[in-house]
């Protein structure tokens, strides 16, 4: 158990439909994130909320969503997705900052897989 | 552009023996470098960091060797055991206070 949960774990969806990934983080951290890790390419950071405002939108194309309602829960809404989207989407939290010595803790992870 | 280099790639090890991955950066304004490591199924979890005015750091059987000159460092994995089968992930954070992350190393120690 890291604190950091994210729901489903699982999801399969039509390129035309909508959907939505949760996260949830019980470590009482104030920045929250947001990786997608493709099979055999790094990590790639998404988004960044520091104190619940996007601080980081690294080139994600606008048909992912992220929504930041409070500094313990993170959404990514899903909309007409393509199958390259197919990946582990992974959500994270730590200090707002980032400072070096700031340990960033991972969820398990979101499998999507785009139809 | 790739700003950590990890390699390699994958990796063998028959238990009892030293597992060793390298990285590369670019950037001389990273100044902490993390090891993660990733289960099957799990997210990565933290599981060991150097600063780079230090040049190496140990924590049980697992040792980070920073070389600052060549820009690299790595992780030592001494006495692998069948349960340290998982992928490594070195990253780096600098200036702009994010991870960035290598490609990945994915380990098999044999029984």
């Known amino acids: 158990e890291t604190g950091v949960t994210q729901t489903p774990r699982h999801l399969v969806m039509g390129m035309t439909n909508k959907k939505s990934l949760k996260c949830e983080q019980h470590?009482?951290?104030?920045?929250m994130y947001w990786y997608k890790q493709s099979a055999k390419k790094p990590l790639e950071l998404m988004f960044v909320?520091?104190?619940?405002?996007?601080?980081e939108n690294n080139s994600v194309p606008s048909r992912f969503s992220p929504e930041c309602p409070n500094s313990s829960h993170l959404f990514l809404h899903l909309h007409t997705l393509q199958p390259e989207d197919s990946a582990l989407y992974l959500c994270?939290?730590?200090?707002?900052?980032?400072?070096?010595?700031?340990?960033?803790?991972f969820g398990e992870g979101s499998w999507l897989t785009v139809v | 552009q790739q700003q950590v280099k990890q390699s390699p790639q994958s990796l063998i090890v028959q238990k009892g023996g030293i597992s060793i991955i390298n990285c590369a950066y670019e950037n001389t304004a990273f100044d902490y470098f993390p090891w993660y490591q990733q289960f099957p199924g799990k997210g990565p979890a933290l599981l060991i960091a150097?600063?780079?005015?230090?040049s190496e750091k140990k924590e049980g059987r697992f040792t980070i060797s920073f070389n600052k000159s060549a820009k690299q460092f790595s992780l030592h994995i001494m006495d692998s055991q069948p349960g340290d089968s998982a992928t490594y992930f070195c990253a780096a954070i600098g200036s702009a206070r994010q991870l960035t992350f290598g490609s990945g190393t994915q380990l098999t120690v044999l029984p």
């Open positions: 994270a939290s730590s200090q707002a900052g980032d400072r070096a010595g700031n340990t960033i803790y």
């Open positions: 150097i600063r780079p005015d230090v």
């Open positions: 470590l009482g951290h104030n920045a």
């Open positions: 909320y520091n104190f619940k405002e996007q601080t």
